[in-house]
């Protein structure tokens, strides 16, 4: 499905593939270092053969995972938004998303997690958890844009968790 950002930009929202490898590392490298802590909470240079495989080799019920790409440049990712089960079937995955820095402000993160959010409905999740930087407010605005409820929970070191309660399901979609 395509999406207009707020800047015009259009986006193409799909399921994160096995050949998205390449894809990935770049759309890494692209990143601002800032961009990067606030996703991995730390450095990332670089993301290793085995960290690709785990983030692109998803069965689609435990471990969900969407790339927008920009609409005339298929290859460019701007955004990921994926939520893995800690244990199969488990009830709270943990929720991450990124957005490439050119297209931050532009609406797009919203797009991703309320897609991720209804294809996590279609698999019987209800919950997010989210750990995050202390000081990443985006994350909370994100959140709080699309749960019915958004808890806190401090954590040492400037980390916090958020857990945000999805709306109700409907025939597998997000309640209006």
Not at 12 to 18: A, T
Not at 61 to 72: F, Q
Not at 122 to 130: D, L, Q, T
């Amino acid at each position: 499905m395509v999406h207009v950002l707020r800047d015009g930009t259009r986006v193409r929202i799909r399921p994160v593939e096995p050949g998205d490898k390449s894809r990935l590392q770049h759309a890494l490298g692209q990143l601002s270092p800032e961009s990067i802590r606030r996703r991995f909470l730390a450095a990332k240079p670089a993301l290793s053969a085995a960290e690709l495989r785990y983030l692109t080799e998803v069965d689609g019920s435990d471990h969900l995972a969407l790339l927008a790409v920009l609409e005339d440049d298929p290859e460019q990712v701007v955004g990921v938004a994926r939520c893995v089960r800690l244990e199969p079937g488990g009830d709270v995955p943990d929720f991450a998303i990124v957005v490439g820095d050119p297209v931050q402000g532009e609406g797009l993160g919203t797009v991703l997690a309320a897609a991720l959010a209804n294809a996590a409905c279609r698999v019987g999740i209800r919950r997010f958890s989210a750990t995050t930087l202390a000081d990443n407010e985006a994350a909370e605005r994100l959140l709080a844009s699309f749960a019915t409820r958004l808890r806190h929970q401090a954590f040492q070191g400037g980390v916090r968790e958020l857990i945000a309660e999805l709306p109700d399901c409907t025939d597998g979609r997000l309640a209006a």
